[in-house]
């Protein structure tokens, strides 16, 4: 085999590479020499990745369950990190903001319209059979979910809505974060107290989202948006890429999710209890939690009226089909 100028070139550009980091070239071309070349099932892990859904019953709907939530965090693993390379940006320009953004976008946009999957593909019977296997897991267990939130907004804005006039934008985020909305959603029907799926998650993961909603505070996407020139800010389209996000994150999602709690959960006007036992049809509705991430963007009419006209239509259409 001839050596060629590029073939030189090539290994003059390696050498140097491992010297910089006092290592030796000819034993890494060893390494070269008897290593395997990759193949697609390793390189993904298919095996790893398919031997993750363990049922906990034999009832085939099972796994259609515990792989939509699989491919739902992969989706939500994706849209962390847009968002925490965005909140490393210290100078951000409008395209890697619009780059990033929309990216996180088209992801909850393929959740959006994906969500059918467990709204219609499993059977009522079987579902709520296998769910009892389940007890007290829930969705809301989510800690990805919970850090989307963190990433994307001032902590104010996901205090629970009866209680965040009594903070301000400068608050410490320790001041804040146990009035957060979900600390408030998670309660029981009854007794109006805790329920074991929030205490589990408190305990497993408190500490993590406390220090993540420090971290946060001058790292969120509505901060990043605000370290871009007034000229960008106030372009239409990083407008409404962070509209898009808004409604995305807190109206369609929820609504999409919501939707496969009143088909799975509600039985001729009777409600069946949810595994993480919260008072769900007041809690998941966003015209309830009125989760808004960048309020600063709408008009009072529109946060007044947030996420009523889709939840009342899908609700009727849903009730009707019963
Ligand atoms: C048949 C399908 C589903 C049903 C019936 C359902 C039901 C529920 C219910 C009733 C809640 C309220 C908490 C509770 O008491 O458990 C909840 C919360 C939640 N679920 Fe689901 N869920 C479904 C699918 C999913 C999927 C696929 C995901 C994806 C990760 C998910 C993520 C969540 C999240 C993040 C919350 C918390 C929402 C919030 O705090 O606003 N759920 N779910």
Redesign the pocket.
Known sequence: MEITKELEDRLRLLNAKYEAIGQDLISYLDGLLYSEVTTYWDYIQLDTLLSLQKPKTSFPDEVV?IG??QI??LYFKLAIQELVCLGKETEPTKSSFLMRLNRVNRYFDALIRSFSI?VEG?DQKE?LRFRMALLPA???Q?VQ?RQIELHSTDLIHLVTSSKRDEFTEDDAPEKMYPFIY?KY??TEQLTGKK?L?LTQFEVRYDEELLELSEKCSNTNLWQIYKRLSPEDQNDPKVIEALKTNDLNVNVYW?LA?YK??V???SKSGEDIA?????N?QK??PPKF?KRIFYPALWSAEEIASWGKGWVEEQIRSLLKGL
Not at 274 to 278: C, E, F, Q, V
Request: net charge neutral; hydrophobic share 35%; aromatic share 26%.
């Open positions: 369950f939509y939530h739902t965090e467990m499993m579902f829930s969705g809301f989510s979910y979900w959603g998670a329920t799926t929820p999710h496969s709690a088909r799975y959960l949810a595994t993480g036992g919260t769900w809690y998941l939690q």
